[in-house]
């Protein structure tokens, strides 16, 4: 098992549960998004501001998930889909 999993909660609630939160706050635009499952942040794919990998970059959070429908988990420190 992927050892960035320990700490998080697929089941935390979302932030800014109606878009990415730092597109929100700066008025830019997403077309996908993935929620961090440490602490809740809803962020956009690299299709747009890649906000989920500065999420990454940033806090150290690593593992996102699809939002809101959570259909695959993503490992940013392992650039890998976690099964
Ligand atoms: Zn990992
Ligand atoms: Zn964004
Ligand atoms: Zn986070």
Known sequence: MDSHLEGTNRDIAPTTPEGCTQCLANGTRWIDL???????????????????RKHFEKTGHAVVVHYPNPSWTWCWAHNAYIK
């Not at 499952?37 to 809803?42: D, F, H, L, P, S």
């Open 34 to 52: 993935h929620k961090c499952i440490t602490c809740g942040e809803v962020v956009c794919c690299s299709s747009g501001e890649a906000h989920s």
